[in-house]
C-alpha cells in the first residue's frame, strides 16, 4: 500500500476561521511533509517531520501550525489566512531522513475568501 | 536562484515516439534526482529515480539518464501514449546531508497526441 490520504479534497474559509488539513499514510513511514503548490509552480516545501518531531520549518508563517499526534498521521492547523495562501496543500512521506523517494496525498484544494 | 531548470514548459509528441524531457540543475551537492508526474487537481506521482553514482536507470517504458559534469538529466518515455499526457516535475536532493527538503524544477508539460 503506497498510499497517501488527505482530507478534506476541497476546503473554502474566510480569513476568520480556523480549520485544519488532514494526512495519513500507513506505509510505515517516519518521515512526513506538508507542501504548497501554486497554479502552475513547483511545490514548495513549507514543513517536515522526522520520528514526529518538527525537523524543518521553511519560515512559514505562525498561521499554518504543523502538528504529527503520531506517526501515520500529520495535521495542519490553519488561522487567520490571507487570500494569497490559497493554493494547492499536499502532504507526502518518505521512510525515512535521509529522505530519497517521497511519497505525495492528492492534496487539498484551499480557497480563502 | 532556480537551483533546478526545466528550460521547455512544453513538449508534444505523437503516440509511439519518444519524449525526452529535460532538466538541469546548479548545485553540486545534488546527489539524488527524482521525476515525477502530476495530473490536474491530484498530488505528483513518483516514477522514477536516480543516484549519482549512476548514469542511468530504466523502469519499464521509462529511463533516466544523468550526465554530471553538464549537471544534466533527461526522462525518457518510449513508447509514449496518450496516458502520459501530463506535468512532469524533476526535482533533486543533496543525499548526504539530507533534511528531506526536494528542490523541483518549474515543470514540463506533455501532451501525447493519438
Known amino acids: 500500500d503506497t498510499e497517501v490520504t488527505q482530507t478534506p479534497k476541497h476546503l473554502v474559509m474566510g480569513m476568520t476561521n480556523k480549520k485544519s488539513l488532514k494526512c495519513e499514510q500507513h506505509m510505515g513511514h517516519r518521515a512526513m511533509y506538508w507542501y504548497k503548490q501554486k497554479a502552475k509552480k513547483p511545490p514548495e516545501l513549507m514543513f517536515v517531520?522526522?520520528?514526529?518531531?518538527?525537523?524543518i520549518n521553511e519560515s512559514v508563517p505562525s498561521r499554518f501550525s504543523p502538528e504529527c499526534p503520531n506517526s501515520s498521521l500529520l495535521n495542519l492547523h490553519l488561522h487567520a489566512l490571507q487570500p494569497e495562501d490559497s493554493a494547492l496543500y499536499l502532504c507526502?512521506?518518505?521512510?525515512?531522513?535521509?529522505?530519497?523517494?517521497?511519497?505525495f496525498g492528492p492534496g487539498t484544494r484551499l480557497t480563502v475568501t | 536562484d532556480q537551483q533546478v531548470k526545466q528550460n521547455s514548459p512544453s513538449l508534444s509528441v505523437q503516440e509511439g515516439r519518444i519524449s525526452i524531457l529535460n532538466c538541469d540543475y546548479t548545485?553540486?551537492?545534488?546527489?539524488?534526482f527524482l521525476w515525477y508526474k502530476k495530473y490536474p487537481a491530484e498530488g505528483p506521482t513518483f516514477l522514477i529515480s536516480i543516484s549519482s553514482i549512476k548514469d542511468k536507470n530504466e523502469d519499464g517504458r521509462f529511463t533516466v539518464f544523468l550526465n554530471k559534469s553538464a549537471k544534466h538529466l533527461s526522462l525518457h518515455i518510449v513508447p509514449s501514449q496518450p496516458g502520459d499526457s501530463a506535468v512532469y516535475f524533476c526535482a533533486a536532493s543533496a543525499g548526504s546531508s539530507n533534511t528531506g527538503k526536494l528542490i523541483f524544477g518549474q515543470g514540463t508539460t506533455l501532451q501525447v497526441k493519438p
Open positions: 517531520y522526522s520520528y514526529e518531531k518538527l525537523s
Open positions: 548545485n553540486s551537492m545534488f546527489d539524488y
Open positions: 507526502a512521506s518518505s521512510q525515512e531522513l535521509p529522505a530519497y523517494e517521497q511519497y
